[in-house]
C-alpha cells in the first residue's frame, strides 16, 4: 500500500488544464525572480541513481550546463551504463509484483498528490526549466502546467478504464473487462519539455500498474531528479520509478534490448525511435512477449495560409509556433506555405516581425533563448548554409551573442523565402528557428505541399472559407490539425496529442486512449 507523506485527494469533479500565469502581473513576475533566485542557490548539486529506492554513485558523471550560460553546471548526475542494468531490472521486477496490485483507486491517489506538489512549487520548477533548457517564463509555465494536467487527467482516466465493462453482459454469464499493467518498462523523454512529457509518460506508465526505468536526456536530468523527488514525497513506493540518467549506447539500448523489458515509451528524433523500434521488435532469449513500442518522433509541420485569410492571425500564428522556444518543439512551424495572392505582403510583413523578436538570456524573459547544445547549434547553421543555395534569405541565418551574456548557444530567428517544396529546408526536421515560407498558386496544390513529408504531427490553417476547412479536415494528413490557430501549444484532454507516419505510433498523450498502451485487456466470464 502506499504510504503517503501528504493527504490523499480524490478527482473531484471534471478536469481542467491547469490556468497560466500572467507574468505581466507584478507580483508573478516578483515571484517569477524570487523562484530563479532560489534556485540559483541550488545549481551544480549532485544528483545520485535512485534504483530500488538505494541511492548510487557511478565513476562516470553527466554534468548538465544552463544553454545560456555553458560555464554554469546545472546539476552532477551519475551516469549509468551496462553494469547497473540487472541491478535496476531487478528493482523494477520486485516492485511490480506488488505495484500492479495496488487498487486503481490509490495510484491515482498518488498522481493527484503529485500534482498538488507540483502546484505549490510551480514557480520553482518554471526556474529550473529557464536554467536547464533554456526557456522563457512563459514557455516555463506552460511546460510545468502540462505536467500538472497529465497528472490530474491520467489519475481520473485510470479510474475510467478500472471501472471498464464489456459492450454487454451474455445472458446467463457475469463478463467483466478488466485492464491490467504490462510490466517493467523503459521511458525516455527527450530534452525540449522535460517535465512535461516525462512527467506524463512516467504517470501513465504507473498509475496503469506499471514500473519504470527512467532514463532522462542527458541535456535536462535535473528537472527529472526534482520531479522523482516529488513522487517520493508523495508517497511512491521503492521501486517504481528507478531514476537512471546514462548513456543511450550502452544503458539505454541494454534496456531497450532486455527480455524483461515490456514495452518502452519514447519522444525525440526519428533516427532515434526508429532504432528503439527495430530494437524492441528482435525477440531476446527467454522473452515471452512482443515488446511494444510507444513513440513519437518529430514534425516537419506546415502552417497553410489562404489568401482569404486574416493575415494578422496568421502572421501572430506562424511567429509563435515557428520560434516560440526557438523552434525546438517537435509540432513548430517549420513550413509556411503561402498562397500566391498574399504571399509577397506575408513574407514582407513576416520580416518585420522576426525582426521585432527579443533574444538573451531565459532568465530575463526575452522572446528567444538559447539552443539547447553546441552539437545543436552546429546541425542548424549547417541547414542556413543549404538553405542559401535552396531559397533566399530573408531574416536571421547567424548565431548571435546578445549583449545581455558573454557565451551561449544562440542563433537569430531565421527565414528563407521562396523554398521548393521538396528542398532539403522544405523536407527534413531541422529542430530550431529556422522556417521555410514556400508558395502555392492555390489551396488544393498548397494542400498537396503540406503532405509531401514523410512525417505527420501538427499543421495549421488558416482560412475563412467553410469549404477549404471541411477538405482540410479529411485531406490534411497530420494528427494534431488547427483550423486558424497556430499549430503548437496542445492543451492535454482538449488537444490529443500524437503524430502519423514518421511522427510516431500516433500514441494520443493527453487525451482518452492513451493508457490503454500501457495496459492489456483481460475478458473475464463466469457463468452463473
Known amino acids: 500500500m502506499i504510504s503517503h507523506s501528504i493527504p490523499s485527494r480524490s478527482p473531484q469533479g471534471a478536469f481542467a488544464n491547469e490556468p497560466f500565469v ?19 542557490a541550488q545549481l551544480g548539486a549532485e544528483h545520485d541513481l535512485i534504483v530500488g529506492g538505494r541511492r548510487m554513485k557511478t565513476g562516470e558523471k553527466i554534468r548538465s550546463i ?25 528493482a523494477a521486477l520486485g516492485a511490480f509484483e506488488s505495484w500492479s496490485r495496488v487498487p ?60 471498464a465493462v464489456p459492450p454487454i453482459q451474455y445472458p446467463g454469464e457475469r463478463d467483466e473487462l478488466l485492464y491490467i499493467p504490462l510490466g517493467v518498462g523503459a521511458v525516455i523523454p527527450p530534452w525540449n519539455f522535460p517535465l512535461a512529457i516525462m512527467a506524463g509518460m512516467t504517470a501513465a506508465a504507473i498509475v496503469t500498474g506499471n514500473t519504470v526505468v527512467l532514463k532522462p536526456s542527458s541535456d535536462s536530468p535535473t528537472v527529472a531528479a526534482k520531479f522523482v523527488e516529488v513522487l517520493e514525497e508523495a508517497g511512491l ?48 532469449p527467454g522473452q515471452i512477449w512482443i515488446k511494444r513500442t510507444i513513440l513519437e518522433m518529430g514534425g516537419k509541420d506546415p502552417i497553410l495560409v489562404c489568401a482569404d485569410a486574416d493575415l ?31 504571399y509577397d505582403v506575408f513574407v ?39 538553405g542559401k543555395k535552396e531559397g533566399h534569405l530573408v531574416a536571421g541565418g547567424r548565431p548571435q551573442r546578445p549583449p545581455t551574456v558573454e557565451d551561449g548557444f544562440f542563433l537569430e530567428p531565421t527565414v528563407f523565402a521562396d523554398v521548393s517544396p521538396d528542398a532539403v529546408l522544405a523536407q ?24 509531401n513529408t514523410e512525417y505527420g504531427l ?50 494520443k498523450a493527453g487525451g482518452p486512449d492513451y493508457l490503454y498502451l500501457f495496459t492489456q485487456a483481460k475478458s473475464v466470464a463466469e457463468k452463473r
Open 348 to 386: 514582407e510583413r513576416l520580416r518585420e516581425r522576426v525582426a521585432r523578436l527579443t533574444a538573451g538570456d531565459p532568465a530575463a524573459n526575452p522572446n528567444l533563448g538559447p539552443v539547447i547544445n553546441q552539437a545543436a547549434l552546429d546541425s542548424m547553421l549547417r541547414y542556413i548554409e543549404i
Open 22 to 40: 500572467d507574468f505581466k502581473a507584478p507580483e508573478n513576475a516578483r515571484a517569477m525572480r524570487a523562484a530563479l533566485d532560489k534556485v540559483t
Open 66 to 90: 544552463n544553454p545560456a550560460r555553458p560555464a554554469q553546471v546545472v546539476g552532477v548526475h551519475q551516469k549509468a551504463g551496462a553494469a547497473q542494468v540487472e541491478a535496476v531490472m531487478a
Open 428 to 451: 527534413e526536421e531541422i529542430f530550431g528557428p529556422v522556417l521555410a515560407v514556400i508558395k502555392t498558386a492555390s489551396f488544393e496544390e498548397g494542400l498537396k505541399i503540406a503532405n
Open 237 to 284: 513506493p521503492d521501486g517504481v520509478v528507478n531514476f537512471c540518467p546514462g548513456s543511450g549506447a550502452s544503458f539505454g539500448n541494454a534496456v531497450v534490448e532486455h527480455p524483461k523489458t515490456r514495452f518502452i515509451a519514447f519522444t525525440g528524433s526519428k533516427a532515434v525511435g526508429l532504432q528503439i523500434h527495430e530494437c524492441a521488435a528482435r525477440t531476446q
Open 458 to 507: 501538427t499543421g495549421a490553417l488558416y482560412s475563412t472559407d467553410r469549404a477549404k476547412l471541411d477538405l482540410a479536415r479529411r485531406e490534411f494528413h497530420v494528427g494534431n490539425l488547427y483550423f486558424n490557430r497556430k499549430c503548437t501549444g496542445a492543451m492535454v484532454g482538449a488537444h490529443p496529442f500524437g503524430g502519423f507516419n514518421m511522427s510516431g505510433t500516433d500514441s
Open 312 to 342: 494578422d492571425a496568421a502572421l501572430d500564428g506562424v511567429v509563435a509556433s515557428a520560434y516560440g522556444f526557438s523552434g525546438q518543439k517537435c509540432s513548430a512551424c517549420s513550413r509556411a506555405i503561402v498562397e500566391a495572392p498574399v
Open 104 to 163: 486503481a483507486g490509490e495510484r491515482a491517489s498518488l498522481l493527484l498528490g503529485a500534482a498538488e506538489i507540483i502546484r505549490r512549487r510551480k514557480l520553482e520548477f518554471a526556474a529550473w526549466l529557464v536554467y536547464e533548457v533554456g526557456k522563457n517564463w512563459a514557455e516555463a509555465d506552460a511546460d510545468v502546467g502540462e505536467a500538472i494536467d497529465f497528472l490530474e487527467f491520467y489519475a481520473r482516466e485510470a479510474l475510467r478504464l478500472a471501472a
